[in-house]
T-cell receptor
Framework: KNEVEQSPQNLTAQEGEFITINCSYS?????LHWLQQHPGGGIVSLFM???GKKKHGRLIATINIQEKHSSLHITASHPRDSAVYIC???????????????FGEGTQLTVNP | DTGVSQDPRHKITKRGQNVTFRCDPI?????LYWYRQTLGQGPEFLTY????????KSRLLSDRFSAERPKGSFSTLEIQRTEQGDSAMYLC??????????????FGNGTRLTVT
C-alpha cells in the first residue's frame, strides 16, 4: 500500500462542473501539499496545508488530520484546468529538519469545453 | 524569471554513457531537492541539500548517482554508466527553511533523460 493514495486516477469533466480529487495518507505528516503538473513536466505548488481549509480563486483544499484525508476542489471548471494534480505528504526529518515529500501517483484531469 | 531553472531540458544518451544535470535554485533558498519521475507516476525523492551539505539520500540513489552542491548555490546530479531504467524526468526543487519550518517547494521544469 502506498503511503499516499489519490482517487480517481483519471477524471473527465465538462466545463463548469464542480470537481473533487481525494487524497489519503497513511503516515503522520507536517503538511499536505497539492501540486499541479502540466504536460512538459513543470510542477506548480497550489496549496500547502496542515489543518482546515484554504482557498485560492476557484481552488479549495481541505484536510482532516484525524482521518488522514485531504480533498482538492475546483469550482466552475475550465479546460485550462486540465492537468495532473498531485497530492504529496510532507514530512520533517527529525535528524536533518529537511522537508521530504512523498507523492501520490497523480490524478489526470481533463475538462472538455 | 527568478524561478528554479534546470539544464538541459532534454538529454538523450546511449547506455553506458555518463550524464550530468544542473539545477539553479531560487537564490535565497537554502534547501535543494532532487526528485525522479517516471511516466504515469508521482515524483520520488532522491536527495536533499541544506546549503552545501547533502543531508539525505534515498535508497533509489545507487552508487552510479552522485549529487553535489559545492557552494550552496547550484547543484549537479551525475549519473554514471547510464542504464535504460534511468530514463525519467529529473526534477529539482528548492525552498527556504530552517529548523522545523516547512516551506513550499518551488520546482524547476525538469530534465527529461532518455537512455537508448
Amino acid at each position: 500500500k502506498n503511503e499516499v493514495e489519490q482517487s480517481p486516477q483519471n477524471l473527465t469533466a465538462q466545463e463548469g462542473e464542480f470537481i473533487t480529487i481525494n487524497c489519503s495518507y497513511s503516515v503522520g505528516i507536517s503538511a499536505l501539499h497539492w501540486l499541479q503538473q502540466h504536460p512538459g513536466g513543470g510542477i506548480v505548488s497550489l496549496f500547502m496545508l496542515s489543518s482546515g481549509k484554504k482557498k485560492h480563486g476557484r481552488l479549495i483544499a481541505t484536510i482532516n488530520i484525524q482521518e488522514k484525508h485531504s480533498s482538492l476542489h475546483i469550482t466552475a471548471s475550465h479546460p485550462r484546468d486540465s492537468a495532473v494534480y498531485i497530492c504529496a505528504a510532507g514530512h520533517i526529518s527529525q535528524e536533518t529538519s529537511g522537508s521530504r515529500l512523498t507523492f501520490g501517483e497523480g490524478t489526470q484531469l481533463t475538462v472538455n469545453p | 524569471d527568478t524561478g528554479v531553472s534546470q539544464d538541459p531540458r532534454h538529454k538523450i544518451t546511449k547506455r553506458g554513457q555518463n550524464v550530468t544535470f544542473r539545477c539553479d535554485p531560487i537564490s535565497e533558498h537554502n534547501r535543494l531537492y532532487w526528485y525522479r519521475q517516471t511516466l504515469g507516476q508521482g515524483p520520488e525523492f532522491l536527495t536533499y541539500f541544506q546549503n552545501e551539505a547533502q543531508l539525505e539520500k534515498s535508497r533509489l540513489l545507487s552508487d552510479r548517482f552522485s549529487a553535489e552542491r559545492p557552494k550552496g548555490s547550484f547543484s549537479t546530479l551525475e549519473i554514471q554508466r547510464t542504464e535504460q531504467g534511468d530514463s525519467a524526468m529529473y526534477l529539482c526543487a528548492s525552498s527556504r527553511g530552517g529548523g522545523s519550518y516547512n516551506s513550499p517547494l518551488h520546482f524547476g521544469n525538469g530534465t527529461r533523460l532518455t537512455v537508448t
